[in-house]
Nanobody, 122 residues
Framework: QAQLAESGGGLVQPGGSLRLSCAGS????????IGWFRQAPGKEREVVACISSSDSSTYYADSVKGRFTITRDNAKNAVYLQMNSLKPEDTAFYYCAAALTSSQYATNYPYWGQGTQVTVAS
């Protein structure tokens, strides 16, 4: 059964950093576009970053450009989201998701992890 599992969330002060990991089991992440999404209380789920399967091209939401970096480690069947210069508005539940086609839209991702909480507060 294809599963995704996120890890690395937690509480961090503004300006701090976290690295989220997305591990795949039951399928190979290398052959999928992987997206990171987040959802804050009372808000809709939004895309954070995506990395394509074909050429590892990346997409970032404007709100995280220059601060977040999405990368792959195919040997470990994992995708990472390095988050630097974190702001309180980055506080949300973060999910990784997999899709067979490149997309920034959550509706195009059939596989989702359970998510991990990121809280940015002093």
């Amino acid at each position: 059964q294809a599963q995704l599992a996120e890890s690395g969330g937690g509480l961090v002060q503004p300006g701090g950093s976290l690295r989220l990991s997305c591990a795949g089991s039951g399928f190979t992440l290398e052959y999928n576009t992987i997206g990171w999404f987040r959802q804050a209380p009372g808000k809709e789920r939004e895309v954070v970053a995506c990395i394509s399967s074909s050429d590892s091209s990346t997409y970032y939401a404007d709100s995280v450009k220059g601060r977040f970096t999405i990368t792959r480690d195919n040997a470990k069947n994992a995708v990472y989201l390095q988050m630097n210069s974190l702001k309180p508005e980055d506080t949300a539940f973060y999910y990784c998701a997999a899709a067979l086609t490149s997309s920034q839209y959550a509706t195009n991702y059939p596989y989702w992890g359970q998510g991990t909480q990121v809280t940015v507060a002093s």
